[in-house]
Structures are given as C-alpha cells and as structure tokens.
C-alpha cells in the first residue's frame, strides 16, 4: 500500500481545494474523493470541474442511501424526540471518515484526508485529535468521534493553517450550516422527510398552558423567539411524549451536572485521573471554562462542573479537551 499518495475528499470548496496544494507541497500524490450525500448534480459538477482545474485524479462515491439512513433519519427523529441533533459530527463519525478508508483501502492507498481545521497529534502509542492553529475556524469540536485506526492514517493539510490567509477565487463554494438542508428551514425539511410536525401546548413548569407552539421540532432549549414563547421566558424543556414545548425562567437553563454516552474516549485512565480537563457543547450559551470532573456511570459518564453549563440540550456532543487534545465525547442524555 503506497505511503506517497493520499485520498483526499474533495467538495470542491475553498478548503479543500486548498488542501490539494498543500499535500502537494509535501510531496503526496493526490486523488479526489467527493462523496455524493444528496445527489447534488451542481455540486457534483463543480467538484468534478475544480478536480480538472487541479489536475488531480476524481472519483465520486455515492454515500446517498446510507446518508438518508444514518444521518437525515436520524436528524429528523432527533428533532420530532425533542432533542438537538449533531449531524456534522455523526457525519465525520459514520459517514466521511470511514469511507475514505474504504475507497482507500480499494486503491492501495495508506493516507486519506479531509479540508477540516484541526491536527492530530501522537503521544505514545495514541492519536488524539488536535485543536487547528486557526481558533475561530477549528473543527475539532466535530471530530471527537474519529477511530485510532482512522487518525493513525489520516493527514491534517488545514491543521497549520489560517483561514483569511487562503487564496479562492469567487467562483468558489463556502461550506455553511447543514449541507443537506440546501436553504430549508429545519421544520420545511423534515416535514418534506415524512414527518408529522404537530402543533401543542406550550406550559410552565406547574402545567399552566400558557400558549400553543408550532411543533417540538422547530424549538430547543434555550430559545427565547418563536410563536408561543411569552415574553421574558425562553425554552427550558421539551417533553416530546406530551408534545409539549416548557418555558421558564433563564436561571432554569443553568447546570452542574450532565450525563452522557455513546462515548468515544482515547485513554479512560487518562480521563478520569486528570484533574485539568475541560468541556465543550456546542449551541445556545456559553461553555464552562474550568476544569470538570468525570466518573462513570450506567455505561456512559457523569460530569460535574466548577461553573455553569448554560442551556445544554439532549442530544447535543459534549467533548473533552486537554489544553489543545481532544481527549473524546460523548452524547447528553440528561442533566440536572
């Protein structure tokens, strides 16, 4: 299996356009993956165009039936349980990564890649996922997921990177949001998948019904605008049996505890005897800044923390950094 050439996947955007010539640079022999999700033929076209433009050899792979399954399924039945779903995340996790290692492995190729912001780094015999050097473009966040036998083969051409210094021309595609909604707003989009949105009541905590909502799935928790929200009270809870929407107070979003599973962690002895990890979850509020700390618990992780996690939501990543290592995560199930 050739240690010179590198799969790469290739959307044709500025990143990963980028990345051709920087694993160029470093002596590797490029060939383009694009992953087909959605059966975007525009999309498809100017991968194809830009692969051309590169001189690099292209081959598109048609992920569409096993994305409709593991990652729109998913996002739909998410959002219709009240939770706030990842599928950028899953995505990395289920989807991108492992078929890059796939169609690799089909070609006699060692080495994939990807336009993502971040690094990988090795201490010992481990892999840890790695903040980029660019703060407000890392992508870490999302890949939390990632195998050893993923990241011992994987290269990192944006890890050093900055993105204001990449040169594009404006014909150029910028990622932006969720990739499949093409523009949807979410409640359109899952209710094009099949899905039943039903409006309900929107109540206290005490069970006065105070207004009516539009759908579970076009709220989350900390939402303080949308038809049925009171003034002055914002989302605190979702109870998808009752297909009720609950608000309350800001005070009411605030937490110390959280519960998680579905975890992936690097080195569990690492993760529970360091006393200087943090946590991030991305969404609404802000992320506490000090250390936390982890013990296992019903096959998952409880995690305390020092200050306040604010407006956490079912479902969203949690994920453990170490200074710049992504130590591993896991999905909230619950908090209190």
Known sequence: MSNSRVL?????GIDSCAAVEILRSQGY????????????????????????????EWHVYDAREVFKR???????????AGHTPAPCTRCNTHIKWRILAKVADEMGIYHIATGHYFSITKLGDRYYVTKG??????????????????????????????????????KQRES?????LHGKPYGEFITSQGYDIRCGDVVTRSG????????????????RRGVGIPEGLRVVDIDAEKGNIIVGRN?????????????????????????????????????PEL??????????????????????????PLVFYRNNLVIGGGIVVDFD
């Open 208 to 223: 006065d019904v105070i207004g009516r909502h539009q759908g579970i799935a076009l709220y989350t928790i900390g939402q």
């Open 70 to 80: 593991e990652i729109i399924d998913y996002f739909c039945s998410e959002y219709m």
């Open 29 to 56: 022999t490029v060939t383009a993956l694009t992953i087909d999700t959605t059966g975007d033929q525009t999309m498809l076209k100017q991968a194809q165009q830009r692969a051309a433009k590169l001189g690099v």
């Open 176 to 180: 932006m949001g969720v990739c499949f």
């Open 251 to 287: 005070f009411e979003l605030i937490k110390k505890k959280l519960y998680i599973n579905s975890c992936n962690i690097v080195d569990i002895r690492e993760l529970l005897q360091s006393t200087d990890i943090t946590i991030k979850i991305r969404g609404i509020g802000r992320n």
């Open 291 to 316: 250390p936390v700390t982890i013990k296992p618990c019903d096959g998952g992780y409880v995690i305390t923390a020092q200050d306040e996690v604010y407006a956490p939501a079912k479902g969203q």
């Open 133 to 170: 050097v660019d703060e407000r473009k890392d992508q870490s966040y999302y890949l939390w997921g990632l195998s050893q036998e993923i990241l011992q083969r994987a290269l990192t051409p944006m890890g050093v990177m900055i993105k204001s210094e990449i040169k594009s021309d404006n």
């Open 8 to 12: 790469l996947g290739f959307s044709g």
